[in-house]
Structures are given as C-alpha cells and as structure tokens.
C-alpha cells in the first residue's frame, strides 16, 4: 500500500521492476522515444532523474506490462474485484450475505477522507516548472498524459457526486497563455462535459481541479469504467488501500496524496484550439476548439515526481492498461447488456474502430434457418453502450457447436467469414457518431457503423491463396494473402470520393467478370498490399482505422433488396483519404541522440536485448 507514488517507485526498483536514468534528457521528443523502446522491448518502469529544463524526477512505464500492474496492486486486488463483482450482480449479496458483509466493509473503509489546509510539503509553482514533456514531432506542445481531471455536480457539490476523469490536458502551445491557460480536451457526453453543460446553464464557470501522480490507484481509477453507484474516488481509496484524502482551498478539492495539483475555472462558452496530439489510433488528432482552463494555481508535493505515459499506434501502455481494467472487470458486459457473452475492443485497431462480440442466439429452436437474429438486437445495445457506442465496425457471431473466443482475433475473423451470408447480414448505421480522434469519417465526431453479423452452418471454403480472378486487374495489382478469406490489393492514390466510385465500379465489375469468388468474401483495397499482409496487426491498423463504412465499402454484384445492401464480395476502401490525419512518425534525429542511453555503461545498456 503506497501513500505516495515516491513509495511506488522504490518498491519497483527493490524488487527490480524500475530502472533509474541518471544522464540529462530532453522533455522535447527524448523521453517519449526513450519510453517507447523500452515499453516494446517488455522493458522496466524508467525514472529520469534529470529532466531537462525542470527539477522535477519523472517516471514512466508503470503500467508498461500486466505482470508489473497486478504486483503494484498485489495487495488490494482481491478486495476490488470484489467490489466491482458485488457492484455487478447485487443479487449474489442477498444469496450469501455473510461472504459479501466484508466487501462491503472493505468498501466503507474507502470513503474518501476530508482534511483541513493544504498538506505542509505542498508548495505553490508554475505551469512552465513541470516536466513540459512533448511526445510527437507535429504535437501542438507538451501535454499531461496521465492527469486525474477532477470536477464536481454544480447542481449537487461535493466529492459523491465528483467526477475523476482521464482527458487530455495541453499545457503550453497555440494560443494559451505561458502559465495562466491550459487545454482540456474531453467529449461532452463525458462525466466532466456534463458538469460543464449544467455549469453554462447557470452561467457559471466550473472549478476544476487536475491531480497528477500519487498512488497507482488513483491513476487507475480514472479511466476505471464503474459500475453505477460506485465513485472514483471511493474505488481509488479501495485499490489504494488507503482512503482518498483531500480538503479544499479557495473553493477547489486539493487531493493530499497527489504529487501535483493544478487548480483552474472552465468559463462558459471559452475555448481555444487544442492538438495536433499523437494519439492511440496512431495517427494525429488534428487541432480543434476545446475549453480553455483559467489556471488559478498549480502545487508540487515535496519530492514530487512527475508520472507520464506515451500514445501511439497500438499496442502501448494504453494496452497493459486496457488488460487490465478487463482483468479487474470480469464479466461486467454480461451484466449490463444480457444475453451478451464477450465484447472485444480490437487493441491492434485501435481499440474504438473494431468491435468483436459473441451474443447469444436462443430463438434458434424456432427457426428453420439458422441465422442472426437475437444478435441483431444486442448489436444495438453494444453500439449504444458506453465507450463501445464509438465503434464504426462490430462483427458478431453466436456460438454454435465450438466455443469461440473475440481474443483470437484471426480465428474468430475467419469464422465469421466462414458464416455470412453477404446479401442478408451486413447492416448499416448512416450519419452517426463515431469516435472524435477518428479522422476516417465525414468530420468531426461524424461518421457511419456497420454490423457484420454471422450464425448458423458453414457456407463456405475460404481461400487459403489468392486467387487468379484477383491478378491482372490492373490498375489494381500486387494482390497478397492476409489470412484465409481476405486478400489486399494496391490500389492508385486516393484522390476523391468520386474517383474513388468510379474506381470501385470499375474493380467490382471486373471481379464479376470473371465469375463467382465464394472463397473471398472480403477484399481491402490499400496503398501499399505488403504492408498490410505482412503482419495480421498491420491488417486490423490499416483497415479498420482508416475507412468509414458508408463511403468505403463497396460490393461486387451490389444492390438493394428491400432496402437492404447486398453483394457477393466485400470490398474496403483503406487507401490513405486527404482529410485523414498523418501517422505517428518517429523523428529520426531524435532516435539517433538516444542511442547514447543504450550504450554498454549507459543507464539503459542491456535493456534492449538482441
């Protein structure tokens, strides 16, 4: 149980999870290249004891792998999951009240404790002395990547009606002004945007503070999806094992374990352009207006260390994170939507564009035909659910005869391939919300969905090479295997929606020349065919990241048949689209100059094995 993270750190490095950086390094694209070997690498936890331009330590890759996480947690886990379990099935209380009279003992204990002043180590800084780390090349300046953004109900103030949230915070760059204006970037169906929704009407600015380190839990707790009734902060004091202590200064919650505060007002209609950010896609989210933070004043704890992690294209220490929330959770999706078994949020996708789901299908006995039809149903619960409402694609099954698992990913894939019938289970959602970081649609926030819903017998073979119907299509050529089923081909540039029609008409009919193609029910039109066969991860990366359903999938032999789509063979469009933001690329300097910290005798030599 850590009071503080300074505790965290050095029973990481005791027991040989951590390693310390004691040569100089650069906040501006140092430390996130350093980070980002050594989180690919399964490296340890790194803390840099000399930032440049701060006097503030930094630490990185906490939670850079599941097995780190859970012996950071090791002593309190139990005690969450069960929780979290009581919170999901409540009934299991009332059928064994004594094994569950603990967890809610154990819950009580963790109601977050009011203190009065501010602790006596806290002392008053500035924006411009903390660790003003920059990740990308293109980012718009230094961002907090692992901030707990606190804000409370204006219509109901006080801590059980807090929100602790993870949204991305802007600390220098555009238009802010050095010291006095942060970014915030937060959607406004998020816990945070409907505080500041309730706090316009009044026509009052909402108090906000940002807490930064602290213990483990905390940092966990704010990006923890929970059951309803279960606070932040309530959970944060539960996996801490040590209650959430706080007090308030000037009329802002100033948390006592945090190792930074920054304290601010979000005014009513302010905003401010906030990006470029390199972000979990693997691509950049473009600069747009999002509340600008009055800064009122940032504190710094005594031997305050500042924790930062580093997004980009997948898998990163989002994903370790992502385990194990899934970990701790269980089997919630069960709860929320019944009759649903697993969701999978697809990480090599980028989490939010690719969904795989098995569902249940027990109007089955009734039928004469097997196919999807209770699925169909608690597709729309899954896509109107929480996070998973950001998805553009679901594919779902039901299991039949074998047991399946969304977590293998090409198997689960190629059963669904195995199963559909394309003129009858492909369902679309037009005009719609997606996810905001998600430049693949029509703007900003807008884009479409599709359902790929698959059940019953086995209707076909897939093919397990390409086939000949696929060469000499030119322009389209370099046709390549990416797994039984699925084929790649290089396509000419994008250019636009209209060319690209008029392309694809020009492919379908082709293909359709040349006679029935059952074996290859999915076909991706790309930039670059190798790439994208090379490795299944690059296959989820490129296709689903980088097309919008509605304008992107095209069919051979399509039409409609009582207002439902139909075809023989899909076809996505994953070329590269000019609206599209630009992929995470790695400065090549930059990679150069730390190359000095792998070195034999350097800090990090041996790190890098092989």
């Given amino acids: 149980m850590y009071a503080h993270l300074e505790d965290c750190i050095a029973d990481l490095e005791k027991n040989g999870h951590l390693i310390r950086i004691k040569e100089e390094v650069d906040p501006y694209l140092e430390m996130a290249a350093i980070h980002l070997k050594v989180y690919e690498a399964g490296g340890p936890a790194l803390l840099f004891e000399k930032v440049k331009g701060s006097k503030f330590q930094a630490v990185s890759n906490l939670f850079g792998t599941l097995e780190r996480s859970k012996f950071i947690f090791r002593h309190t886990w139990q005690d969450a999951e069960n929780i979290i379990a009581l919170r999901n099935d409540p009934v299991k209380a009332l059928k064994q009240p004594f094994k569950t009279a603990g967890n809610g003992l154990a819950a009580f204990k963790a109601l977050p404790l009011k203190k009065s002043g501010l602790p006596a180590d806290f002392r008053e800084i500035s924006i411009s002395d903390l660790p003003l780390i920059q990740h990308w090349p293109m980012d718009g300046g230094a961002f907090v990547t692992l901030p707990q953004v606190y804000s409370e109900d204006p219509e109901k103030p006080g801590i059980m009606n807090s929100n602790l949230g993870m949204y991305r915070v802007q600390l220098t760059g555009n238009d802010y002004e050095t010291d006095k204006e942060i970014g915030l970037h937060y959607q406004i169906h998020r816990g945070i945007g409907i505080h500041q929704d309730k706090a316009n009407k009044q026509g009052a600015p909402l108090k906000v503070s940002i807490f930064v380190g602290g213990p483990p839990a905390h940092t966990l707790s704010a990006v923890m999806p929970l059951p309803e009734g279960l606070s932040e902060m309530t959970f944060a004091g539960l996996l801490a094992g040590r209650r959430f202590r706080y007090s308030y200064a000037e009329g802002y919650c100033v948390s006592h374990d945090a190792d930074f505060v920054i304290t601010g007002e979000i005014h009513p209609g302010e905003t401010k352009p906030e990006g470029p950010f390199g972000d979990h896609l693997g691509y950049y989210s473009l600069t747009h207006p999002f509340p600008v933070l009055r800064v009122h004043k940032v504190y710094a704890r005594e031997n305050a260390i500042w924790p930062f992690t580093v997004v980009g294209r997948p898998p990163q220490e989002d994903t370790s994170f992502g385990e194990l929330i899934h970990e701790l959770t269980g089997d919630a999706i069960k709860q929320e939507i019944p009759g649903v078994k697993e969701v999978h949020a697809v990480d090599a996708a980028g989490v939010h564009p690719l969904l795989f789901a098995i569902g249940s299908e027990r109007y089955t006995p009734y039928q004469q035909v097997k196919q999807p039809a209770e699925i169909l149903t608690l597709a729309n619960r899954v896509l109107g659910t929480g996070q998973l409402s950001l998805a553009k694609y679901l594919f779902m099954t039901a299991e039949d005869k074998q047991p399946l698992d969304t977590h293998k990913e090409k198997d689960f894939l190629a059963y669904i391939l195995e199963r559909i019938d394309l ?68 396509g000419p540039a994008f250019e636009t929606y209209e060319k690209a029609s008029l392309e694809l008409e020009h492919l379908c009919g082709a293909i359709a020349g040349k006679g029935a193609l059952p074996s290859c029910p999915m076909i991706v039109l790309c930039d670059d065919s190798e790439f994208l066969s090379a490795d299944f991860a690059n296959f989820l990366w490129a296709t689903f990241t980088r097309s919008n359903p509605s304008h992107d999938i095209y069919g051979v032999n399509s039409a409609y048949e009582y207002k439902h789509w139909a075809c023989d063979n899909v076809i996505i469009d994953a070329r590269v689209k000019p609206h599209q933001a630009p992929p995470l690329v790695p400065d090549p300097e930059v990679e150069k100059n730390i190359r000095r910290l792998f070195a034999p005798g350097a800090s990090l030599g041996g790190v890098l094995k092989g």
């Fill in 423 to 490: 003129r009858r289970d492909i369902h679309f959602y037009t005009n719609t919300t997606i996810d905001t970081l998600d430049y693949s649609g029509t703007g900003l926030n807008t884009g479409s969905k599709v359902l790929f819903a698959a059940y019953g017998d086995k209707k076909r073979d897939l093919c397990t090479e390409v086939p000949t119907a696929l060469t000499e299509l030119s322009p389209f050529g370099e046709a390549q295997l990416v797994m039984p089923g699925v084929v790649a081909m290089r």
